[in-house]
């Protein structure tokens, strides 16, 4: 006789043998029995995180990194609500999270106890799949229900998309063992082995026919992780056979080659430039693009052909051009296009079309240039502010670190900037819904899953609104965290509309005068701040240095100084 | 023509002119156009709150206080799932919410475009009703649709239940206004008029003969807002017809015969006092009950007849034993009982019945007595602790002030004192779902609804996890926050089962070093802070004396003597 239901230790031995070693737990009575099978089971890591909120961003965080799905575990009632915004991010950025709500038992919702709202499938959409686990576990079926479960959620975590998976388990009293754990290890696993996309030969030619009569080929890399083998090809079709490849700041898959100021070379108003860009072909593949511009001008000037890469085949028509969907990995068929380079050199585009093609990759080279070259410019001796601030940031970000981008005025300052400088940085943004609720978490999460130094560059707003990510005794060292302090959401005084309007400071804005310094002291975190150009380049290398603790540097900027900078670096992108 | 679609702008219309005045905003471009219109309509109060969460609790806090639905206006994406807490504790606790959430149009849902997730109906069964604007109101048809809309949902979140009403807002750019907003006079307006729920006389009969032929008639009031023809006919109930009435904590009707000590009455393990206390009828009204014990004495201990009086006529079966839903008020129905008492006197319970019926009576006095007379003798001399503290504070509250009782041990504390010391306070707490996550806010917001003085006693970990409460413009100066600081949660300390866990410290108390005081240095909030009984004695007059601005006392407890303390306590509850 265990101290529990058999099904609910089993949870935490079936996940120690599938490979899910981490969980975070909030605390709860009502999730007591699930909670201590996973604590005291040896090969699981469990961390305690108190708000919900800001412990699901932390699995977000943990799980984008190790690629592994991450549990979560809270009691009964609203506790479970608080997973909502991580867990949307979650499902858009694909990320495997194992969402596990303690529930009563199903007899008992709806009738005015504490902590009892409606569970099942609470997610609704934003989750691969929900389960509810058997309230009852006497009856062999019951068990073979309860195990079968447990698998089925770590697979649908994975496949066909990684994504959040809901267990909703009801628990009945007692909630607290009276005798020691026993772990099952003949507990029933089923295992999803994930299928090899790949592109019939038939309909591969029919592909290469478009491919080889298109001079003017583009393909557009949204949110991806690194990638060598990726990258390698991405060069060598640029390189070889002519296609310009774009990269999003969220992509890491650098190269010397890449073109990384879309969103700037876009920012222009001449509309030959565009004209000149303008793909017949467009691939594209990996996760949202940041870059504002480089939509727009896809959505204007639409090409003929547009292939979109997604493993799990959804209708994700972001540049509203797409004509095919692949249902292969980019690695797959970029690798396949390049062992074809050599035919397809021979028997594709020849005499008018092979020049056109490499007019139209040499015209992207030169607007990446000549962008590149009129940022410089503008950099030079710019006062402190969010502008020169990331660029400074950017610029003494340590190789081959890991770098959170926060939402809002940030990502997009970065998008502008480009990561050319950044070489081998692994970039990482919630922009699965581009929220700003968690992206201190996120960053805590991230640093959770690696050794090297992770660092977030977030607002204020941000800032704040997630500041329960450091209420924890899990912070590591390794992680660093830029607040670029503009007193409020500077982002409005950048978006076109919101600029001249009398709310704008109070109700868009939201001015205040915090500083992140007590709220660092309150959590042990070291403390810098810095208030001039001069100051935050002496600062960067000391902060980027090894500390003992996690450390927060204060960039304060004058958001006055903010919006002329902005305002020149617009008309100098206007000009084109 | 105007600056934005027309019935966005009626929106702001229709809800003034249907006395939906207060309107709690976050910032967002989404969001601008219907934020702008409620911003610019002279009749409205809009407050603007950067974190979601902490708004939607501030709204509800508002419209619980008011009685009258408070809107709420996010941008689309996570921002909305940030509502999901305190959309779960408006439904239980029937708080008329109107929820507006901004979104992107439909077909841009699922594109991998910033902040779009689906929307539609996301709240599930937590919201009363759920609606969608018409994206495109060119047709008169669709206008007429949108202005349906907005009376239906105010509608909803009123009657048959108050509640939370969802109403999703799809907006096109452009989304700031180039012309001057004009409220249109002649919006639509459809108005439920809620209809008066009574009882026929032939059911009113059938009841009465049971009611007679009792004799151990018990009434049981939940969570209610203070009623003082309600509290009146409850006193004559019980003084004049021997009808034993037990408040709940929650219960704001006070009354110098009622009955506060359930829960320290029924801690005792002498079956005796439960078998003379046990009932054969049972009338309950109100919201959900705190005492613990008296919900595991009625499960136990069941009524032959139990009646749940409830306007919406749900069937919410808290004590295991109804038999009958009235779908009436509480006002209505022991008024009729009152006025029916001479009769039912008369040919009531006569000779042996009368007499047991006082008996009952008189038990029930007795025991309410004799608990006094043990607490009072407890509290004598007790060290710095959670009870004395809690013992003091609800002493020192100003009369006829308004208190919100922080949930997990200090509303538990509360249940166990009763709160007859605080004749008139206004009680009110979070147990719609009993969650710790929003209860600052939520005073914060019913602070704003009144002058008088406001007072909130929260756990620490319930303030940390909620200090985003107190990080905007709107805390007002009647605001009073005492933090009844243990270094963690409490709570499980006094649950039986977790005390002699390993993993209680780390793991399910979550143990820190934290106080609030940055966090009030932060946020211009007036800092106390006591650590002897002598000392927060001295200290309570000044604190809840006038101030310029909102004030928190921090009360530092130590965990040992808290729970020692509520070993002893435990012990003089079960002797009896």
């Given at each position: 006789?265990?101290?529990?239901?058999?099904?609910?230790?089993?949870?935490?031995?079936?996940?120690?043998?599938?490979?899910?070693?981490?969980?975070?737990?909030?605390?709860?009575?009502?999730s007591?029995?699930?909670?201590?099978?996973?604590?005291?089971?040896?090969a699981?890591?469990?961390?305690?995180?108190?708000?919900?909120r800001?412990?699901?961003?932390i699995?977000?965080?943990?799980?984008?990194?190790?690629?592994?799905?991450?549990?979560?575990?809270?009691t009964s009632?609203?506790?479970?609500?608080?997973?909502?915004?991580?867990?949307?991010?979650?499902?858009?950025?694909?990320?495997?999270?194992?969402?596990?709500?303690?529930?009563?038992?199903?007899?008992w919702?709806?009738?005015?106890?504490?902590?009892?709202?409606?569970?099942?499938?609470?997610?609704?959409?934003?989750?691969?799949?929900?389960?509810?686990?058997?309230?009852?576990d006497?009856?062999?079926?019951?068990?073979?229900?309860a195990?079968?479960?447990?698998?089925?959620?770590?697979?649908?975590?994975?496949?066909?998309?990684?994504?959040?998976?809901?267990?909703?388990?009801?628990?009945?009293?007692?909630?607290?063992?009276?005798?020691?754990?026993?772990?099952?290890?003949?507990?029933?696993?089923?295992?999803?082995?994930?299928?090899?996309?790949?592109?019939?030969?038939?309909?591969?030619?029919?592909?290469?026919?478009?491919?080889?009569?298109?001079?003017?080929?583009?393909?557009?890399?949204?949110?991806?992780?690194?990638?060598?083998?990726?990258?390698?090809?991405?060069?060598?079709?640029?390189?070889?056979?002519?296609?310009a490849?774009?990269?999003?700041?969220?992509?890491?898959?650098?190269?010397?080659?890449?073109?990384?100021h879309?969103?700037?070379?876009?920012?222009?108003?001449?509309?030959?430039?565009?004209?000149?860009?303008?793909?017949?072909?467009?691939?594209?593949?990996?996760?949202?693009?940041?870059?504002?511009?480089?939509?727009?001008?896809?959505?204007?000037?639409?090409?003929?052909?547009?292939?979109?890469?997604?493993l799990?085949?959804?209708?994700i028509d972001?540049?509203?051009?797409?004509?095919?969907?692949?249902?292969?990995?980019?690695?797959?068929?970029?690798?396949?296009?390049?062992?074809?380079?050599?035919?397809?050199?021979?028997?594709?585009?020849g005499?008018?079309?092979?020049?056109?093609?490499?007019?139209?990759?040499?015209?992207?080279?030169?607007?990446?240039?000549?962008?590149?070259?009129?940022?410089?410019?503008?950099?030079?001796?710019?006062?402190?502010?969010?502008?020169?601030?990331?660029?400074?940031?950017?610029?003494?970000?340590?190789?081959?670190?890991?770098?959170?981008?926060?939402?809002?005025?940030?990502?997009r300052?970065?998008?502008?900037?480009?990561?050319?400088?950044?070489k081998?940085?692994?970039?990482?943004?919630?922009?699965?819904?581009?929220?700003?609720?968690?992206?201190?978490s996120?960053?805590?999460?991230?640093?959770?899953a690696?050794?090297?130094?992770?660092?977030?560059?977030?607002?204020?707003?941000?800032?704040?609104?997630?500041?329960?990510?450091?209420?924890n005794?899990?912070?590591?060292?390794?992680?660093?965290?830029?607040?670029i302090?503009?007193?409020?959401?500077?982002?409005?005084?950048?978006?076109?509309?919101?600029?001249?309007?009398?709310?704008?400071?109070?109700?868009?804005?939201?001015?205040?005068?915090?500083?992140?310094?007590?709220?660092?002291?309150?959590?042990?975190?070291?403390?810098?701040?810095?208030?001039s150009?001069s100051?935050?380049?002496?600062?960067?290398?000391?902060?980027?240095?090894?500390?003992e603790?996690?450390?927060?540097?204060?960039v304060?900027?004058?958001?006055?100084?903010?919006?002329?900078?902005?305002?020149?670096?617009?008309?100098?992108?206007?000009?084109?």
């Open positions: 006789m265990s101290a529990f239901k058999e099904s609910i230790i089993n949870i935490a031995a079936i996940c120690a043998r599938q490979n899910v070693l981490n969980f975070i737990i909030s605390p709860g009575s009502r007591a029995p699930l909670t201590l099978a996973l604590l005291r089971h040896s699981l890591t469990c961390r305690t995180i108190v708000d919900e800001s412990a699901a961003f699995a977000l965080g943990l799980a984008q990194q190790l690629g592994r799905p991450v549990g979560l575990v809270c009632g609203t506790a479970t609500l608080n997973y909502g915004p991580a867990i949307a991010e979650a499902f858009y950025q694909r990320i495997p999270l194992l969402i596990f709500t303690a529930d009563r038992p199903p007899e919702i709806d009738q005015n106890d504490g902590q009892t709202i409606p569970q099942r499938e609470m997610f609704g959409k934003l989750c691969r799949a929900s389960f509810e686990m058997p309230v009852d006497a009856h062999p079926d019951a068990r073979w229900h195990e079968r479960i447990i698998s089925q959620a770590i697979n649908a975590s994975l496949w066909p998309a990684p994504g959040p998976v809901h267990l909703n388990v009801p628990l009945r009293e007692p909630l607290y063992p009276n005798a020691e754990l026993k772990y099952n290890s003949d507990a029933k696993i089923i295992s999803t082995v994930p299928p090899r996309q790949v592109l019939d030969n038939h309909d591969w030619d029919k592909l290469m026919i478009d491919w080889r009569s298109s001079s003017r080929r583009l393909i557009v890399a949204g949110m991806h992780p690194p990638n060598p083998k990726l990258a390698e090809y991405l060069r060598i079709l640029q390189s070889d056979s002519n296609t490849v774009v990269f999003d700041v969220t992509s890491s898959l650098y190269d010397a080659l890449a073109l990384h879309s969103d700037m070379i876009f920012g222009t108003e001449d509309e030959t430039v565009r004209r000149e860009l303008m793909p017949d072909l467009l691939v594209s593949f990996g996760g949202p693009v940041v870059s504002k511009n480089l939509k727009l001008f896809l959505r204007k000037y639409k090409p003929k052909i547009h292939w979109y890469l997604d799990a085949g959804q209708c972001t540049f509203q051009s797409m004509t095919h969907i692949l249902p292969v990995s980019a690695e797959y068929f970029f690798e396949r296009l390049v062992a074809h380079s050599p035919s397809l050199q021979r028997s594709g585009p005499g008018g079309l092979a020049d056109e093609a490499a007019a139209y990759c040499e015209t992207w080279i030169r607007q990446e240039y000549r962008t590149r070259k009129s940022l410089e410019h503008f950099l030079k001796e710019l006062p402190l502010c969010e502008f020169s601030a990331m660029y400074s940031i950017l610029h003494h970000l340590p190789k081959y670190s890991h770098l959170q981008l926060g939402n809002s005025g940030i990502v300052f970065a998008s502008y900037l480009g990561l050319s400088e950044t081998g940085v692994k970039v990482n943004s919630n922009r699965g819904t581009s929220g700003i609720d968690g992206t201190l996120t960053a805590v999460g991230a640093a959770l690696t050794s090297k130094l992770t660092t977030a560059i977030i607002g204020d707003l941000a800032f704040f609104y997630d500041r329960n990510a450091l209420w005794s899990v912070v590591p060292k390794n992680l660093r965290v830029v607040v302090n503009n007193n409020g959401g500077g982002i409005f005084r950048i978006l076109d509309g919101p600029g001249g309007l009398p709310e704008l400071a109070q109700h868009f804005e939201v001015e205040h005068r915090l500083t992140a310094e007590r709220t660092a002291a309150d959590h042990g975190v070291s403390y810098f701040h810095c208030a150009v100051d935050l380049e002496k600062q960067l290398p000391k902060f980027f240095g090894p500390q603790r996690a450390a927060l540097l204060e304060q900027t004058d958001k006055r100084v903010n919006s002329e900078t902005f305002l020149k670096f617009k008309s100098i992108m206007k000009e084109g």
